[in-house]
Nanobody, 120 residues
């Protein structure tokens, strides 16, 4: 079992910044892709940013140049630095991890989400 816990969400004014954190615990053998997805009110869940085991990031076009993803494999943590936030960034942000456990079983785990609200 792989558990993900997010923190760092909150209310911020347009143009402000937030830093999201996600800690990953459990018996993981390898984390192939870790990162963040978001769901705006009335919208489907979508990619925000992920980073692969090779350290290569993948950003949604809407956040490029404003968000920065980083990972700490030793500490099993992933972070999302969000700068110049816009109202359209509002939503629930979910941490996600895909990989393989020490039991050789693949996993695709999600956190409970942290809410981000960007006001005008």
């Amino acid at each position: 079992q792989v558990d993900l816990v997010e923190s760092g969400g909150g209310l911020v004014q347009s143009g402000g910044s937030l830093r999201l954190s996600c800690t990953i615990s459990g018996s993981t053998y390898i984390l192939n892709v870790i990162g963040w997805y978001r769901q705006a009110p009335g919208r489907e869940r979508e990619l925000a940013a992920t980073v692969s085991q090779f350290g290569v990031p993948d950003y949604a076009d809407s956040v490029k140049g404003r968000f920065t993803i980083s990972r700490n494999d030793v500490g099993n943590a992933v972070y999302l630095q969000m700068d110049n936030l816009k109202p359209e960034d509002t939503g629930v942000y979910y941490c996600n991890a895909r990989g393989h456990g020490t039991d050789m079983r693949a996993f695709d785990s999600w956190g409970q989400g942290t809410q981000v609200i960007v006001s005008l």
